[in-house]
């Protein structure tokens, strides 16, 4: 199956900047659509952005939109959530997730998920 592990989390001032990565193994990674979701303390997991396997559709959560793009490599497997002007309510643990469908974007139609990177930004 799919393994999916994620980079690039860590403490930043507001109105910063954020890179994070996520490292795909097994199975064939660029025929699944990815997404970002995030999860703070004491709330549920929250759709952040999605993109298909082809790369040719993203979506964006309105809370990220014009803020956050999400791309990826096919030659490389990975995908990348960059992330600016990051504001303090972006503080969560930040998971990549893959599905093999596209149109819905809560948690429950991704398949697989990595182990999760923290992002904490501080005001």
């Known amino acids: 199956q799919v393994q999916l592990v994620e980079s690039g989390g860590g403490l930043v001032q507001a109105g910063g900047s954020l890179r994070l990565s996520c490292a795909a193994s097994?199975?064939?990674?660029?025929?699944?659509?990815m997404g970002w979701f995030r999860q703070a303390p004491g709330k549920e997991r929250e759709f952040v952005a999605a993109?298909?396997?082809?790369?040719?559709?993203?979506t964006y959560a309105d809370s990220v939109k014009g803020r956050f793009t999400i791309s990826r490599d096919n030659a490389k497997n990975p995908v990348y959530l960059q992330m600016n002007s990051l504001k303090p309510e972006d503080t969560a643990v930040y998971y990549c997730?893959?599905?093999?469908?596209?149109?819905?974007?809560?948690?429950?139609?991704?398949?697989?998920w990595g182990q999760g990177t923290q992002v904490t930004v501080s005001s």
């Open positions: 997730g893959v599905s093999r469908s596209w149109g819905r974007f809560g948690p429950s139609v991704y398949d697989y």
């Open positions: 097994g199975g064939t990674f660029s025929r699944y659509h």
């Open positions: 993109i298909t396997w082809s790369g040719g559709s993203t």
